[in-house]
Nanobody, 125 residues
């Protein structure tokens, strides 16, 4: 079945960088727009960035615009999030999944979502 496995998180000082990876399996991921999400302590999960199926278009939350870069390698069924100039407010568990519209369709058809365990990013001095 559909599975997402996130990796690459860790502890970093403000101003530092990390690169997250997301391995998708169990479905033809190259057909779908994919997104990164995050959930900070005490907050709801939020959309961070989205990339179209062929990687031709990207979009970002205002809070990360200019600092994060989303990319993908469909030959490896892998998506990446390059995180630069990290701030304490970026601290969160980061998740990957299909884009919000595809997630909604999946929920309607299957009655389930496919969230992985996420990867913890902590930005602290």
């Amino acid at each position: 079945q559909v599975q997402f496995v996130e990796s690459g998180g860790g502890l970093v000082q403000p101003g530092g960088s990390l690169r997250l990876s997301c391995l998708a399996s169990g479905f033809p991921s190259s057909r779908y727009d994919l997104s990164w999400y995050r959930q900070a302590p005490g907050k709801e999960r939020e959309l961070v960035a989205t990339i179209t199926s062929a990687g031709g278009s990207t979009s970002y939350a205002d809070s990360v615009q200019g600092r994060f870069i989303i990319s993908r390698d469909n030959s490896k069924s892998t998506m990446y999030l390059q995180m630069n100039t990290l701030k304490p407010e970026d601290t969160a568990v980061y998740y990957c999944n299909t884009d919000p519209s595809t997630m909604a369709t999946t929920m309607a058809l299957e009655g389930v979502d496919h969230w992985g365990q996420g990867t913890q990013v902590t930005v602290s001095s």
